[in-house]
């Protein structure tokens, strides 16, 4: 009866620990890749408010806005985005399940009016600092909207993005499954290198992650086997077992 509760308590605190480190994983990435986006959406609505700035000005600006305020602030407003997005469509385990999930999140949380509101901060920092001219201060924060809008667009773009990467990754798991029926090594090999190269740029979902890791544990097995079809029980269930830790 012991042991029984014990695996009972391991098996909940592995549970537990792969949750945490999913909702880790899922932050990381969504605070790098809308960072990038808010980045780009930032330097493109710049050369739109500017137009008489050249490059290397554009990027001076971007930055002095950067560096008093924005992008320190950046982050707490992902954040506190994405917790309450979460809270406003019912995700109660903290782990998005899918990439639609994580985009609702995003824009019930608000992100654009943080961001909205980081601009103006940023800016009348920068301005009493001596860094931002008037003239500029001024055209930034009239134009503001102009840099949401550019924003959205980019942050849009992103999550599209996404989404055609986890299409084609569930398209090459799929194959990959579909020629192991075949035991056709060969195609297997080719729709598991394709399914590698989507998985590294695809945000951490527990179900995507598990069906990966068991195809790349059965796809290991086979070629360090030869190459042979022909494996036990006992090894088809163990790689099962280790896409689940």
Known sequence: MENILSLENDVELNNVLTNEKTREAQR???????????????????KTMLPNLIKDQVIDVKNTILEHGF????????NSSIDLGKSAI???????ENIYQAERAIEKGGVLDTVSKLIDTSVTSAK??????????KVIKEGKNIVVESLKEKIG?????????????????????IHYQNQDFSKMEYSY??????????????????????????????????KDFNITDSHLELSEKLADI
């Open 28 to 46: 990381s990435f969504l605070e790098s890749n809308l960072g990038k986006a808010i980045n780009t959406g930032v330097d493109i609505a710049l």
């Open 71 to 78: 992008s320190a602030g950046l982050n707490e407003a992902i």
């Open 90 to 96: 019912g995700i109660f385990t903290g782990n998005f």
């Open 128 to 137: 009493k600092a001596g860094v931002l001219n008037k003239e500029i201060s």
């Open 157 to 177: 773009q992103s999550f599209k993005e996404q989404v055609r990467n986890m299409e084609k990754l569930d398209q090459y798991c799929k194959t990959w499954n």
């Open 193 to 226: 290198k394709q399914m590698e190269k989507y998985l590294e740029s695809v945000m951490p979902m527990e179900n995507t992650i598990n069906e990966a890791k068991r195809i790349e544990n059965l796809h290991n097995l086979i070629k360090n086997n030869g």
